[in-house]
């Protein structure tokens, strides 16, 4: 593993699933890691978690949605000294949400876009001036398979996925002269709450489902994902920027995957 000593990390959905599996891998490669969350159980858990390895990690509890909360989120991660890594993993599906546009409300959409896309464009706004003191840094995007072919019943999800996958190539453009790389991932079926609620966590029905739907038969792990997540991080990826990576057990290899 790559060492991240000395380099400070924000994750924000940071405290479980995807986001504390890249969390704390940054925390096992010696970072200082801020995990932002509003799910302050999970919060505390992953801090213990933490408390052993090489570096750390600081539970923040924050909205990402909201712009002040994020530019004092940066202001505490950066600490007057600025910020290395920057990883938007903040999102949602509710479970509810799971409708076409003509029968989703208006304020399903606006959350889901607030905290999926919204958050990643914030985030950005306030870190990259912190980067820019480091004289670089890294911004990677979790965004989805959702966000290159959709499936039937998720057209807030689907647009914000989509949406992320844009504005990482826009931002890699806009910065690439500040020696800021930015990336984006694209998970397949992983095994955390947000999957297992959207088959009201029968946990035996989504295994099923990722090993019929993915060519190598089975659902993904949080770890997985956080490998490649602390690739795209370290100078072994120093020439990619503006890219993306499906995770996703070679789902998008198929074509039409969704039935």
Not at 150 to 162: D, E, F, I, L, Q
Request: proline letters at 3%.
């Amino acid at each position: 593993m790559d060492d991240f000593s000395n380099k400070t990390v924000i994750v924000t959905g940071g405290a479980k699933g995807i986001g504390g599996a890249i969390a704390l891998a940054f925390a096992q490669a010696g970072a200082s890691v801020f995990s932002a969350d509003v799910d302050t159980e999970a919060g505390a858990r992953i801090e213990g978690e933490a408390a052993s390895l090489t570096g750390s990690i600081t539970f923040v509890d924050a909205d990402v949605s909201q712009a002040a909360v994020c530019q004092e989120l940066v202001r505490q991660a950066a600490g007057g000294s600025g910020i290395d890594i920057l990883v938007n993993n903040a999102g949602i599906q509710p479970l509810d949400s799971y409708l076409p546009a003509h029968e989703l409300s208006e304020e399903a959409w606006d959350r889901i876009l607030a905290v999926n896309l919204k958050s990643g464009f914030l985030m950005s706004k306030y870190t990259v001036p912190e980067m820019r003191k480091r004289g670089g840094g890294v911004i990677v995007n979790i965004a989805s398979v959702q966000g290159r072919q959709s499936m039937k019943g998720v057209p807030a999800y689907a647009a914000s996925k989509g949406g992320m996958l844009s504005l990482t190539q826009q931002l890699a453009l806009d910065y690439a002269a500040d020696t800021i790389r930015v990336l984006a991932v694209n998970p397949g079926t992983i095994e955390t709450n947000l999957a297992l609620e959207s088959v009201n966590h029968d946990y035996e029905a989504l295994r099923r489902s990722a090993a019929g739907a993915h060519p190598l038969g089975r659902i993904g792990r949080p770890e997985e994902i956080a490998a490649v997540v602390l690739f795209l991080s370290s100078e072994a990826a120093s020439f990619m920027t503006g890219e993306y990576v499906n995770v996703d057990g070679g789902l998008m290899a198929k074509g039409a995957w969704a039935e």
